[in-house]
């Protein structure tokens, strides 16, 4: 049964950076794409990017190039998202999600809440 | 990046009521359109992946259809268990874009 199990909740002041960690389980974590989303309070679903666990290889969304970093340790199948000089509007849930078929994002982690806030 | 028009943003219906909620991308993504549902603060649900294809477990009063750039999900015989928040996604592009979401509300 595959699991993803984020790290806890954290709160930052603006300027500062965040590192959410996601640790797989119950499946090869070099076989599939992890994704990175995230959702501000009462606010829709957006997509951050994605790693290629095998790879290394990232893809990011425009909207978080240059302030985000995507990197995995396959020794521990543990996924990372880095996000840097948070802002207030930074504060969100972020989940990951494990890439399925068609590329759908099949599994979810249970979500990391950041806080951004002085 | 392909942009997701998702319709309505939200919805009324009672249960036991068929419902359709529909997403249009901004160009051609063939059958790389995914539905979820999402409960309040939980994460999202995958229900349909590829367009039509039934998640495994996933009831099958959902259903979805579509290709190109039109698409819909169709709830049958809504169960009180329905009324949350659907969303659609494309999977096209290697830059992965949502709808703005759906809530369905009980009328």
């Known amino acids: 049964q595959v699991h993803l199990v984020q790290s806890g909740a954290e709160v930052k002041k603006p300027g500062a950076s965040v590192k959410v960690s996601c640790k797989a389980s119950g499946y090869t974590f070099t076989g599939q794409y992890m994704h990175w989303l995230r959702q501000a309070p009462g606010q829709g679903l957006e997509w951050m990017g994605r790693i290629n666990p095998n790879s290394g290889g990232t893809d990011y969304a425009r909207k978080f190039q240059g302030r985000v970093t995507m990197t995995r340790d396959t020794s521990i199948s543990t996924a990372y998202m880095e996000l840097r000089r948070l802002i207030s509007d930074d504060t969100a849930v972020y989940y990951c999600?494990?890439?399925?078929?068609?590329?759908?994002?099949?599994?979810w982690g249970q979500g990391t809440l950041v806080t951004v806030s002085s | 990046d392909i942009q997701m028009t998702q319709s309505p943003s939200s919805l009324s219906a009672s249960v036991g009521d068929r419902v359709t909620i529909t997403c249009r991308a901004s160009q051609n993504i063939s059958s790389y359109l995914n539905w979820y549902q999402q409960k309040p603060g939980k994460a999202p649900h995958l229900l349909i992946y590829?367009?039509?294809r039934l998640q495994s477990g996933v009831s099958s009063r959902f259903s979805g259809s579509g290709s190109g750039t039109d698409f819909t999900l169709t709830i049958s015989s809504l169960q009180p268990e329905d009324f949350t928040t659907y969303y659609c996604?494309?999977?096209?592009?290697?830059?992965?874009?949502f709808g703005q979401g759906t809530k369905l509300e009980i009328k």
């Open positions: 590829a367009a039509s």
């Open positions: 996604q494309q999977s096209y592009s290697t830059l992965y874009t």
């Open positions: 999600a494990r890439e399925g078929l068609a590329g759908a994002t099949t599994n």
